[in-house]
C-alpha cells in the first residue's frame, strides 16, 4: 500500500505546466550614441521614451529662447542620456530586475 501512496503523490509530466523563457535583446550603447548626437530627441527614443520627450521640450525653449544656438549644447545632451540610458537598461537586464 505504501507504493501506491508515493505513486498517486507524484505528478504526472502531463499535469506540469511547460517553462516559457522570453528572450529580450540587450540595447547598443554605440548605436544609442549615434542616434543621439545625429537624430537629438528623436534618436533618444531609442533608449528612452521619457528622456526623448524632456529633451524634445528643452530644445523646443532653447530654440526659441536663443534663436538656435542653445541646440548646440542641448543636441550633445541627448547622446550623453542615450548612452547612459541603454547602459541601465542593459545593466538592469543583465541582473534580472527589467521583466517583460
Do not use: D, H
Request: hydrophobic residues 50%.
Amino acid at each position: 500500500m505504501s507504493e501506491e501512496q508515493s505513486v498517486q503523490s507524484t505528478p504526472s509530466p502531463s499535469s506540469q505546466q511547460p517553462q516559457r523563457i522570453v528572450v529580450v535583446p540587450a540595447k547598443s550603447v554605440g548605436l544609442a550614441i549615434f542616434l543621439g548626437v545625429f537624430f537629438g530627441p528623436i534618436g533618444l527614443l531609442y533608449s528612452s521614451v521619457t528622456g526623448a520627450i524632456v529633451m524634445f521640450i528643452v530644445n523646443i525653449v532653447a530654440l526659441v529662447a536663443t534663436l538656435g544656438f542653445g541646440l548646440f549644447l542641448t543636441w550633445p545632451i541627448c547622446g550623453v542620456w542615450a548612452a547612459v540610458a541603454a547602459k541601465s537598461y542593459n545593466e538592469k537586464l543583465l541582473a534580472g530586475q527589467r521583466q517583460y
